[in-house]
């Protein structure tokens, strides 16, 4: 089948509730870093962020795939889903490991989009990649833990009611396996502002709501625990693989939009009296971005199918991640290039694009690490750390 043509009632209807939201939105929201609030919520009440809740909590109940292609329309048509993303990251772990209480009082909710599930706390300023050596202590304090240290580039943390935090919550001496010791709670961040929670926005290069977060003595109930205490770890690395190819699927989008954008502008501009598309030159970067673009755009669908059937989708999840955002930032550079100067200026959105794209080699994971992950792991050669 051709995976272009895979969930195309969806698709539609994703480019629909993006077509009221042009380019000069996405502009002025750039321009004053300001959160697509409208956005959000528009997609919101279209259903799309409730895409994977299981329609006994009110969403629809669909698979990995269909969030995929929700994600990937989203990109392709110039809006920035990294203003929503992480509801369907996360959401996987919750369905996976939270008790049948929590998901009774957050799902219903979350689909409905009362409450926003749009922070993800596990990055910290000193354990950078290597998140078994991260700091920030849970300690069980009667029924409830008492939180302190610091999480990094909690993006979205200003503009979510819940946070899962991934916290230590025995010391990483006194722990077995490295794995263990690590806990995964979800935080009710309306109550934690101001009682031990402190969040402080991180300007960036392009308009994306992150933040640094102190947590002092941070109070939450021990039922904000998800599944059992020291086995957080193990509990996000399935939902990372679900992360890594949704952001496959978001670069793919990217991909598409600057393909789409450079080949119309190719047939259009004129230089030497005839348009720069008819150089060679000019064309080939396109043709060979859009190959790229559809050879990691299979790989996406593959992982994506793989982690649908329940498989270790490891190794697939970060080739589709690597090869799509390699896919895009190779697209966003060949887009700047088709444009000439005019891919600098802010009226043609290039050059935001170019900005927002950047970010995927690095974040979630960065290249080096998915190809280590490779090297050690599909290919038997000797760790490295
Ligand atoms: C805009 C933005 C939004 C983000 N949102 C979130 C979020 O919502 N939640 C969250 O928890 N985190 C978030 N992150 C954090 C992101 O996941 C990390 O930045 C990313 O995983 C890289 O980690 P680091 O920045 O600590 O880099 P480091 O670990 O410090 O690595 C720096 C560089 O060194 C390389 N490197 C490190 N170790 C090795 C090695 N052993 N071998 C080879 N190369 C190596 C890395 O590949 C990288 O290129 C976000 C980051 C950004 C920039």
Redesign the pocket.
Known sequence: MNPLGRHSDIRDAVRNVCREFPAEYWREKDRERAYPTEFVAAITRAGFLAALIPEEFGGSGLGLDAACAIMEEIQASGCNGAAAH?QMYVMNTLLRYGSDEQKRAYLPRIATGEMRLQ?????EPT????TLSLRTFARRDGDEYVVAGQ??????AEHSDLMVLLARTTPGDRVEKKTDGLSLFLVDMREAVGHGMTIKPIR?MMN?S?TEIFFDGLRIPASALIGEEGKGFRYILSGMNAERILIGAECIGDAKWFIARASAYAGDRSVFARPIGMNQGVQFPIARCYARMRAAELMVHHAAALYMEGGNAGAEANMAKLLASEASWAAADMCVQTFGGFGFAEEYDVERKFREAR?YT????????IL?YLAEHVLGLPR??
């Open positions: 992480a922070a993800f706390g596990v990055s354990s950078g990649t290597d999480k990094i580039w909690t993006s979205r960036t994306h992150t970010l690095v974040a979630p994971i960065s290249t080096n690490l280590s490295s750390y």
